[in-house]
């Protein structure tokens, strides 16, 4: 019988056991605001360093407790959990309240 040695964790497992689940979820979250802030860099609507950056910070704190939060109530594996997270911070709280309400008005 052969022994295969196990496979080597992903980069978010990595990451997780390194500086656990919240230091992932709120690199996730930067991650997320960062790639937005990039996107808005590029569109020449920001310049690279600016004062908006630091509105950034609290944005991505609260985006990351809701994707978090999200992603428990929907029993979602960790690393779903921050794959959310890091899209809910890239959507902020202008397009997540925008992707509520056509979901809320599909049900309807």
């Not at 590029?42 to 990351?64: C, F, H, N, Q, Y």
């Amino acid at each position: 019988m052969t022994d295969f040695p196990p496979p080597d964790p992903g980069l978010i497992e990595t990451l997780h056991r390194l500086i656990g689940g919240a230091g992932t979820a709120l690199i996730a979250a930067i991650a997320g605001r960062a790639s937005y802030h990039a996107s808005e860099v590029r569109a020449k609507r920001r310049p690279i360093l600016s004062w908006d950056l630091i509105w950034e910070i609290p944005t991505a704190v609260g985006m990351a407790i809701a994707g978090d939060a999200l992603g428990t109530y929907l029993e979602f594996s960790r690393e779903v959990t921050v794959g959310v997270i890091a899209v809910l911070s890239y959507l902020g709280p202008r397009g997540t309240g925008a992707i509520l309400e056509r979901w809320a008005a599909r049900k309807v």
